[in-house]
Structures are given as structure tokens and as C-alpha cells.
């Protein structure tokens, strides 16, 4: 859904583009095991579900889950946030983040 309405680019094009795609669901992938090495992770952009998942420490997606073993690994996780305004809930899931080791990065 957003990148339909953020860009002018075919979920098609998107796959292209990448060496390795997974699906959301395959919470089993590779990269959702700390064994996987990597530098860390960018989620851009970041909604607010997925910060607040991220949070409270909820892996039901790969997303989710990647982010929660880049947290655990001490590995570099930077959020995008997208939403504004922003409430207090949505401050307190930052700072979490922000306290687990997390870089919240507006754009």
C-alpha cells in the first residue's frame, strides 16, 4: 500500500532490485537468526505498528523478528518513523527503542 501511493514503482520492480527476497510471514528466514551476519538493519519506512511491535519485543512477522535479533546481537537497528502527529505511546515505543540500543531517525 505505500509504495503505491509513495512511489511510482510495481512491487515487481521493488523485487528486482534486491538479491534475496523473503516473505513477511517466514519468521524461519535466514535473516532472522543472529547467526546471520550483518552490520544491522534500516526499517524504512517504519510505521508505528511495527515500532511498537519492535518495542515490546512482539516478532509476529520477519520484520519483527529481524529487528528483535539486531537489538539482542547489539547490531545497529535504524527506524524511519513515518507518522505524525505523534502521542505519547508512540514517544514511549521510541524511547524503548532508543534505550535498547535503537537509532530513531525521522525523515
Do not use: Q, W
Amino acid at each position: 500500500v505505500t509504495l503505491a501511493h509513495e512511489t511510482n514503482l510495481k512491487v515487481a520492480d521493488v523485487r528486482k532490485l534486491a538479491d534475496v527476497v523473503y516473505s513477511n510471514s517466514d519468521i524461519g528466514a535466514a535473516v532472522a537468526s543472529g547467526s546471520f551476519r550483518t552490520m544491522g538493519m534500516i526499517v524504512a519506512p517504519c510505521s508505528m505498528r511495527s515500532a511498537a511491535e519492535i518495542a515490546n519485543g512482539v516478532t509476529s512477522t520477519l520484520l519483527t523478528r529481524a529487528a528483535d535479533v539486531v537489538l539482542k546481537e547489539r547490531r545497529r537497528l535504524v527506524l524511519m518513523v513515518r507518522e505524525t502527529p505523534l502521542h505519547s505511546g508512540h514517544l514511549k515505543n521510541m524511547l524503548a527503542i532508543s534505550e535498547m540500543g535503537g537509532i530513531i531517525a525521522p525523515p
